[in-house]
């Protein structure tokens, strides 16, 4: 039975959907609509679809629901909808839960545009939004309320890492009756224990990890049958943001090798931290798996592992993580992550720029802030490239 599957053989069997050709890779069903045998079918299964009965592709599509089906059991939910981006993930389940009046606390260390959809959006719609520092507990006790329905929080942070305590925050949550959602990304789908820890809404960019080679763009809701069926189908199919059969196919083609990458990636974040530690040129080096990060017993009580992401703090400034940028042969500069190849990023210029000064040092976003999201390559050659890049600062 699929339930007793562990995740790698999940990663590559569950949901499949095989035509009547019995091809082995999963098809592309590259259609719009979908013909039905007569006009009362077609009445029937606009009254009520059933299981594997498709409309038009903005509600539904074979390929995309083999890969809804792969994720919701990957991630030990009921069902999972998929969406065109990860935003899109995230403002679809957030706008489909919410309504004016209603209280959202978030963590305030979040992805930029995250952070727009909560400062920005959902105020705009009468939705009041509390923000706290998500490590701290004592702030998300206090900001929580009776009307509080939903609490928003990146599970590790970008690009500082910090890690929240996410069952300690689910169980305050819980107490109130509000939703804990977690965009998950950092923690990868192979490293969560989301669902165990009290998360009622996980949400993924699938552009990171699960495509994992830099091509497509996607996002997935997962959560209750109830909620993803009830609440964010709705919402999704007549908004408009629906993942494509194609990018669900390369996203598929992603998720068979999801568990190697990103095991091999983090033991490789983990030893390239290990080695830059100390050097005498970096302020700090932060990563979940480092004893010295602060919630580094967190991390290793409530995930499978630390992640592909580090960040490096560079001594010299702006100054210094430009050279330091310039210098890399083997890294790329960009803003993805999750990525084969490892790509360096300078978020106060880049991905954070839009933040006023204040807030990015209130979220540890320095001008010598690097972030590094560790690729596939040979270990020690990203070494020698990151101590090439030290080397010219
Ligand atoms: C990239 C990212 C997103 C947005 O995903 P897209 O697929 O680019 O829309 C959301 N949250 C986090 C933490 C991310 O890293």
Not at 13 to 27: K, L
Not at 92 to 121: K, N, P, Q, T, W
Not at 152 to 157: K, M, T
Not at 321 to 332: E, G, I, K, Y
Request: charged letters at 20%; glycine letters at 8%.
């Amino acid at each position: 039975m699929a339930q007793d599957w562990g995740k790698r053989t999940k990663l590559v069997h569950q949901g499949a959907r095989r035509s009547q050709y019995g091809e082995v890779a999963e098809a592309i069903y590259l259609t719009q609509g979908f013909v039905y045998p007569s006009a009362e079918a077609a009445e029937a299964r606009f009254l009520e679809a059933g299981a594997d009965e498709f409309i038009y592709a903005r509600y539904g599509n074979p390929t995309v629901a083999i890969f809804e089906e792969r994720i919701a059991a990957l991630e030990g939910t009921e069902d999972a909808f998929a969406t065109a981006s990860g935003m899109a993930a995230v403002a679809g389940a957030l706008s489909a839960m919410l309504r004016a009046g209603d209280h959202v606390v978030s963590s305030r260390a979040l992805f930029g545009s995250c952070l727009y959809i909560l400062e920005e959006v959902l105020t705009r719609y009468g939705v009041e939004v509390t923000f706290v520092d998500g490590t701290d507990l004592d702030q998300w006790q206090a900001a929580l309320r009776p009307d509080t329905k939903a609490v928003f929080l990146e599970s590790i942070s970008n690009p500082t890492l910090e890690v929240i305590d996410l069952e300690a925050v689910a169980r305050r949550a819980h107490d109130v009756g509000a939703l804990v959602v977690v965009d998950n990304v950092f923690a990868t789908p192979v490293f969560s224990r989301a669902v165990d820890l009290g998360a009622d809404v996980i949400i993924y960019s699938a552009t990171k990890h699960i495509d994992g080679q830099g091509r497509a763009l996607g996002g997935v809701i997962c959560g209750t049958r109830e909620f993803i069926r009830k609440t964010v189908e709705p919402y999704m199919k007549h908004t408009g943001g629906a993942l494509s059969p194609f990018n669900a196919w390369v996203m598929l083609n992603g998720l068979t090798t999801l568990d190697l990458r990103v095991r091999a990636q983090a033991a490789s974040a983990q030893a390239i931290a290990e080695a830059l530690e100390g050097d005498a040129r970096l302020a700090r080096v932060l990563y979940p798996g480092l004893a010295s990060h602060k919630q580094h017993a967190i991390a290793k009580a409530q995930m499978g592992g630390f992640g592909t992401v580090l960040a490096l703090d560079l001594k010299g400034g702006k100054e210094a993580a430009f050279r330091f940028l310039n210098a890399l042969q083997v890294a790329v500069i960009s803003n993805n992550l999750g990525d084969a190849r490892t790509i360096a990023t300078h978020p106060a210029t880049t991905t954070h720029q839009r933040l006023p000064d204040d807030q990015k040092i209130a979220l540890g976003i320095t001008p010598g802030l690097i972030r590094l999201s560790v690729g596939l390559e040979d270990t020690a050659d990203l070494i020698t490239d990151l101590r090439r890049g030290l080397d010219m600062i």
